[in-house]
């Protein structure tokens, strides 16, 4: 496999992303970002951990629900990015969908790992292509 995906919990998952679906998203950066080759680190952490991060690289003093940090492979060890989802906000935003937790956290995985491959949502076009293929990939990969 040219991409590894790597889950890293720093609080519980909860029980319906059971298996984590690293070999799904490992597919999904390969589809989009062909030429990749590394690891995705993914990791599932509280609002304290994403508000920081948020603040310190982006400079907006506020959590978030994902953030998706690219590196330069050769100068990062081998690593293409990490992903980080906040499980206070896939919560929140899973109860507005009643929708199940898991669905949620994999929706913002996939979302994280599209940024990773180069999709952004700075135009309305761009958003809505985003988001379709998200949905697509959710449709694919959660329960």
Request: some cysteine; hydrophobic content about 45%; aromatic content about 6%.
């Amino acid at each position: 496999m040219r991409i590894a995906v790597r889950f890293h919990p720093s609080v519980p998952p909860p029980a319906d992303l059971d298996p984590f679906p690293g070999a799904a998203l490992a597919r999904l950066l390969e589809s989009e970002w062909p030429r990749a080759e590394g690891e995705v680190h993914c990791v599932l952490t509280g609002s304290a951990e994403l508000g920081d991060l948020n603040r310190r690289f982006r400079g907006i003093d506020a959590p978030t629900d994902v953030l998706a940090f690219p590196y330069d492979p050769e100068v990062a060890g081998g690593s293409l990015g990490d992903v980080f989802v906040s499980l206070p906000h896939a919560e929140a935003q899973a109860a507005a969908r009643k929708e199940p937790v898991g669905r949620e956290i994999v929706r913002l995985f996939v979302h994280g790992a599209l940024h990773l491959a180069g999709r952004d949502h700075r135009t309305p076009a761009a958003e809505r292509a985003m988001i379709a293929l998200q949905e697509e990939w959710v449709a694919r990969l959660a329960r």
